[in-house]
């Protein structure tokens, strides 16, 4: 089934599942799924997107996971979640009651992973109250209980002029030791 329109409401079936358990080392937080992504009912799909092979390339992955094999970042202590579960889009297509900051948090005080990696400075700003400009790439003086957070730039195709795999080799580092 393919979705009517470019962003909304994702029906039940297109809803991909947190992937959340405790004692994790790293979860990692995008804002919401694209379209294609939610058809795909996979993470981070999209063949421009950096995510998979810089997991690999960082050593969070042994090996080049693929995005119909997600649920597989359990082995490797890694999680996966969004802020706007229950919507599709680009961020700047997404109503204002998609943004669930109040549950991110919930799920992270519920959980505490070691560390919760936003995956672009837009999840970090709805999650933390701060415009985009306000907040830097790396490890932040906050934290959600005992979970440290930290900010990466997007793996997104769409964002590739502000790609930098070193920041998300420092979180690499972080998680690996």
């Excluded at 470019?6 to 947190?18: C, E, F, S």
């Excluded at 669930?100 to 519920?110: G, Q, S, W």
Aim: charged fraction near 20%; glycine fraction near 8%.
């Amino acid at each position: 089934m393919s979705l009517p329109e470019k962003y909304g409401v994702l029906p039940d079936t297109h809803l991909v599942p947190d992937l959340l358990t405790p004692g994790l080392k790293v979860v990692f937080c995008g804002t919401a799924l694209g379209r294609v992504l939610a058809e795909k009912r996979a993470y981070y799909a999209h063949p421009g997107n950096f995510f998979w092979r810089t997991l690999h390339a960082i050593g969070l992955t042994p090996e080049r996971v693929t995005p119909t094999d997600y649920a597989r970042l359990l082995d490797y202590g890694i999680g996966l979640t969004d802020l706007c579960k229950a919507h599709y889009g680009n961020d700047r297509e997404l109503s204002s009651e998609a943004w669930d900051a109040e549950a991110l948090r919930m799920k992270i005080l519920h959980y505490q992973p070691e560390i919760l990696a936003f995956t672009s400075k837009t999840a970090a700003s709805a999650c933390l109250g701060k415009s985009t400009s306000q907040i830097a790439l790396g490890c932040q003086s906050e934290t959600i209980g005992l979970t440290r957070l930290y900010v990466l730039p997007s793996p997104s195709g769409q964002a590739r002029t502000f790609w930098d795999q070193a920041v998300w080799q420092t979180l690499a580092n972080a998680a690996l030791v």
